[in-house]
């Protein structure tokens, strides 16, 4: 064998008998842990998404590491799709304005909610998939399916976000300004609810990045991969993406999140 590899027998010998260092340990303990993430996420989710997650539950490794880990044991994420093609906006209604103006970040929990609609293809037709989006803990709060993206269809996903609200107080829900949200029955449920309608300005998708975000992130690890044939079938791949994997993904980052604070204020 050392006369085919062309390498000396002493090389050999010494390389069979030598101690893993500490590096080599902690690259296996950690690629089995990726290797769990990786399943976990149907063997989609990339190094970026690996790297968070580690990050999340109190790893301290490079997005470079991660990369090469990945490469060595074969774990690859899904590429991302292109997308073609733009929504038409309405009119923006009156007193109506941006309140988020791209700050995507939130000190607690319902005070700043995104929501958007996106369309899943199957054989069947078209399926249409409104959420709302909580930007604190990240957690789809509330969210709706149907064949028709209709404002009753988008109601229906800020009422469930209302039924899980915690507190009491109002809170700002951006959109952009699709037919549905500029609707008056849409801003009337509103106001009902004491949610501040907030909305994107014509033609900047950005305004909405957070939501337009969770989508791409969404596509790319679950529904890109798929070929469906039926409504149904995407209906019931969709709300296991967001029950079973994404909201407890963002609950257990939220968990790590708040202890690693704790033991911060707990210090001597």
Not at 12 to 39: D, F, G, L, T
Not at 202 to 221: L, P, S, T
Request: aromatic share 8%; with cysteine; hydrophobic share 35%.
């Amino acid at each position: 064998m050392c006369r085919c590899l062309k390498v000396s027998a002493s090389g050999y010998y010494a390389w069979e008998s030598r101690i893993p260092s500490k590096r080599q340990i902690e690259n296996a303990r950690i690629a089995v842990r990726m290797k769990e993430i990786h399943s976990d996420s149907g063997g989609v989710i990339g190094a970026h998404r690996m790297h968070e997650d580690l990050q999340a539950e109190g790893e301290k490794l490079s997005l470079n590491r991660v990369a090469g880990l990945m490469v060595k044991n074969g774990l690859q994420g899904w590429p991302r799709k292109k997308s073609r093609g733009s929504k038409r906006s309405s009119v923006r209604p009156g007193g109506v304005r941006n309140h988020l103006k791209r700050d995507f970040t939130a000190q607690e929990p319902d005070s700043k909610w995104v929501t958007d609609i996106t369309e899943v293809k199957t054989q069947q037709g078209k399926l249409y998939l409104c959420v709302v989006l909580d930007l604190y803990s990240k957690l789809v709060i509330g969210w709706s399916m149907h064949h028709r993206q209709d404002r009753q269809m988008v109601m229906r996903t800020v009422d469930m976000a209302v039924w899980q609200k915690q507190g009491t107080g109002s809170s700002i829900l951006h959109s952009d300004r699709g037919s549905q949200f500029t609707s008056g029955d849409y801003q009337r449920l509103l106001k009902q609810h004491d949610l501040i309608s907030s909305m994107s300005a014509f033609g900047h998708c950005a305004d909405n990045a957070a939501c337009e975000g969770f989508f791409g992130v969404m596509k790319r690890e679950r529904i890109n991969p798929k070929n469906y044939r039926t409504q149904d079938e995407a209906r019931s791949d969709i709300f296991d993406y967001i029950e079973r994997f994404h909201n407890p993904r963002m609950r257990r980052r939220l968990a790590a999140q708040d202890q690693r604070f704790s033991a911060l204020l707990n210090r001597p």
